[in-house]
């Protein structure tokens, strides 16, 4: 087991980092900008290094200073997290050239999946479902006659990177040129490459997400599925496990092929393969996040397994712990993700200083926090304060749960979207569990428009 893991992150999730390193009796070390130097996962670590200014492009995005610090403490791991570096191949090439390990699978396994085009004919080729869709688009004419073919509607998609970025839904033909150019825009901005593909816009669908885990000797298994439906542009705001959506038959189907996507591209330590779920129970595969994701606590909750411990131990070497005939889902759970935006200004962030916080408490209650009262919300960061996590042996008792952690939280100083999560939670199509990536929009923000 490793001696003293370096965590290149920040906030909530580099303090579950830790505190899966301290169940191991691993030593943590934070790095930090400017802005940070006071936060809690800071305060957390066992050492810290100093990465540079309040913009990530000049302190967590630089993987020279990310590299410093690694020397400078002595490191013999680096956990990245999510976001920032986690999914970059050079960074994990460049962690193990200095002689440490990247926890996280291989730099050609992160490659593979980064180009999202590229990993489409991988998940063809594995037998994995996919969209129909084009190949990278040369012109604005190919957009057209590739549209055509597959039909409209359509979502034009950046090949590079995630989050919902470089993604631009079309209806007709009058709007494609306006969304391939701005796609386009987008995606050069944000990953330095404009390549476009389109895909049959499935709708309406539901976004269903399966955790999967696999050591060096190919063991593979997964962990089953997550819900992500509810979500806002792309974004997601809560989630949950099991999936309402999803019988055993459907369950079975859907592990099996995020297992065969995670053996396809010799995948190893813990990662999630997204898929889209049509309204006749087709499913098809959208992505692969190379990365621990940010709603891993409710698969915890379902399954019992620490996740971060058992991507501690396979990038470690060690064998997987279970089979997946050992493996059971038990009960339900919610998370919500808390943001520092305003809802009544189209969602803007809300930089500010956070004044009186309370959280909810209870043995069914988790929170996943990397502010206090006192901790000041910079513009230079993702927007996630904390995520609010609860169980119920129920999918009912569970929502009842979450509505009333919602009610106990009291966040003062800056704008959140606790309001939103209270009237997702109050939603009838909610409670019914009819969801769709266009809830939250349809059922949701429209009321308040």
């Not at 809690?40 to 913009?55: E, F, N, S, T």
């Not at 999914?87 to 291989?106: D, L, M, Q, W, Y």
Request: hydrophobic fraction near 45%.
């Amino acid at each position: 087991m490793f001696r003293r893991v370096l965590v290149a992150n920040r906030g909530e999730i580099a303090r579950r980092v830790m505190a899966g390193c301290r169940a191991l009796g691993i030593e943590t070390v934070a790095v930090y900008s400017e802005a940070d130097a006071g936060a809690l996962h800071v305060r957390d670590a066992d050492h810290a290094v100093a990465i540079g200014p309040p913009p990530a492009r000049d302190s967590y995005l630089r993987v020279e200073a990310i590299l410093d610090a690694i020397r400078e403490s002595g490191a013999d791991a680096v956990h990245p997290g999510y976001g920032f570096l986690s999914e970059n191949p050079g960074f994990a090439r460049a962690v193990a050239e200095a002689g440490t390990t990247f926890i996280g699978p291989s730099p050609d396994a992160i490659e593979a999946m980064g180009h999202k085009e590229h990993a489409r004919a991988r998940m063809r080729e594995a037998g994995v479902p996919v969209v129909p869709g084009s190949d990278l688009l040369p012109d604005a004419a190919a957009a057209t006659e590739a549209a055509e073919r597959i039909g409209y509607p359509v979502m034009v998609k950046a090949a590079s990177g995630g989050g919902g970025i470089g993604m631009v839904p079309v209806r007709d033909a009058a709007g494609l040129e306006r969304a391939v150019a701005s796609a386009t825009r987008r995606a050069e901005s944000a990953f330095g490459d404009g390549a476009l593909y389109l895909e049959r816009l499935v709708t309406p669908a539901r976004h269903i997400e399966v955790q999967i885990a696999a050591d060096r000797r190919g063991e593979t298994v997964h962990l089953f599925e997550r819900e992500c439906s509810v979500q806002r542009r792309h974004q997601k705001v809560l989630e949950e496990a099991p999936s309402p959506a999803v019988d055993e038959t459907l369950r079975s189907a859907l592990g099996a092929a995020a297992v065969r996507a995670a053996r396809s591209i010799d995948y190893t330590t813990v990662g999630t393969v997204e898929f889209l779920l049509g309204p006749e129970g087709d499913f098809y595969f959208m992505e692969m996040n190379t990365r621990l994701q940010v709603e891993h606590p409710i698969t915890e909750w379902t399954t019992g397994v620490d996740l971060v411990g058992l991507q501690l131990q396979l990038a470690a070497g060690e064998d997987m712990p279970f089979r997946q005939d050992d493996l059971r889902q038990s009960g339900h759970a919610i998370e919500m993700r808390l943001y520092a935006e305003n809802p009544d200004k189209n969602f803007l962030p809300s930089p500010g200083t956070i004044g009186d916080l309370a959280w909810p408490e209870g043995d069914d209650v988790r929170i996943d926090a990397g502010v206090e009262a006192g901790t000041v919300v910079t513009p230079f960061y993702d927007p996630l304060l904390a995520k609010l996590i609860v169980r119920g042996e129920t999918r009912a008792a569970a929502i009842e749960r979450a509505a009333e952690a919602v009610r106990a939280t009291r966040i003062e100083g800056i704008a959140t979207n606790l309001a939103t999560h209270d009237a997702i939670l109050a939603d009838e199509a909610f409670r019914r569990g009819e969801l769709s990536t266009d809830f939250l929009s349809e059922r949701i923000v429209a009321r308040r428009t």
